[in-house]
């Protein structure tokens, strides 16, 4: 796998390895779906939708929790 896009420096942390990334993105082809469907609660994707939104299908919000836990995972 190529991770160019998500090879950005979180912050003053660093960049995330390839093998992170790999974990990450294996962990999400297998998660269930319930994590990522939409909700009425004011979650992540609710504070994130103004920077990595909008979701017109179901995988563009599970790709945008992965990138939150990327981000996060550089903190």
């Known amino acids: 796998m190529t991770f160019n896009a998500t090879k950005k420096g979180v912050f003053n942390r660093g960049v ?40 017109e299908i179901p995988l563009r919000r599970r790709v945008a929790m992965i990138e939150v836990m990327r981000v996060l995972a550089g903190f």
């Open 16 to 55: 995330a390895s390839d093998s992170f990334l790999t974990e990450l993105v294996a962990w999400s082809r297998n998660a269930p779906e319930e994590i990522f469907a939409p909700n009425p609660l004011n979650d992540i994707y609710a504070k994130i939708k103004p920077e990595l939104g909008p979701w």
